[in-house]
């Protein structure tokens, strides 16, 4: 299965800031690739698919790039709600795979 | 308004069955590709099954292939996931999502696998 290994594991900064994850793919997922956002005790929301294309409705301070195994995914000024957890997702080749998750917490 | 509701959870016995239900309104059902996702307490999202939008195709991760039967019913909306043989590492909240990525979520049904 594909393994993707998102870094850093927490990454602390202030609202205002600028904030870039990454997620690394064990061998190319082509850019069959999607971010999710989860906050604590709330079902993840969708926010990257394709890539770097946004899902309906979200705001364009979120951003992705890459293809193949390595891929960012920014937030360029971050915002109170934007502390949570995020996932990248492979869906390129079946069993689907999430990452392990980055916390984005308030510094 | 979309709206995925999750039923079915509960507390099992190891080696026991339990069947989720996922109840979808909102959009084209028959027109997405459904999975179930799981999360164990405290810890990260982890793919369970998925299944075609016709129902024609089913894929499931190692740790439950041979346990778990992912299904459809276009006719009545409904996604359903059979478990059987359960362990203490299929306790988790249960999401349905769209498939292959995440459009649409439910909230989630917790199952708690203990004796």
């Not at chain 1, 971050?78 to 995020?86: K, Q, T």
């Not at chain 2, 024609?56 to 778990?68: H, I, L």
């Not at chain 2, 988790?92 to 909230?107: D, N």
Request: aromatic share 12%; net charge neutral; with cysteine.
């Amino acid at each position: 299965e594909i393994v993707l290994t998102q870094s850093p594991g927490t990454l602390s900064l202030s609202p205002g800031k600028r904030g870039t994850l990454s997620c690394r793919a064990s061998q190319s997922v082509s850019s069959y690739l999607a971010w999710y956002q989860q906050h604590p005790g709330q079902a993840p929301r969708l926010l990257i698919y394709g890539a770097s294309t946004r899902a309906t409705g979200i705001p364009d301070r979120f951003s992705g790039s890459g293809s193949g195994t390595d891929f960012n995914f920014t937030i360029s000024r971050l915002e109170p709600e934007d502390f949570a957890v995020y996932y990248c997702q492979q869906y390129e080749k079946s069993p689907i795979t999430f990452g392990q998750g980055t916390r984005l917490e308030i510094k | 308004e979309v709206q995925l509701l999750e039923s079915g959870g509960g507390l099992v016995q190891p080696g026991g069955s339990l069947r989720l239900s996922c109840a979808v309104s909102g959009f084209t059902f028959d027109n997405y590709g459904m999975s179930w996702v799981r999360q164990a307490p405290g810890k990260g999202l982890e793919w369970v099954a998925g299944i075609s939008d016709s129902g024609g195709s089913t894929y499931y991760a190692d740790s439950v292939k041979g346990r778990f039967t992912i299904s459809r019913d276009n006719s009545r909306n409904t996604l359903s996931l059979q478990m059987s043989s359960v362990r203490g590492e299929d306790t988790a909240v249960y999401y349905c999502a769209s498939h292959p990525f995440a459009l649409f979520w439910g909230q989630g049904t917790l199952v708690t696998v203990s004796s």
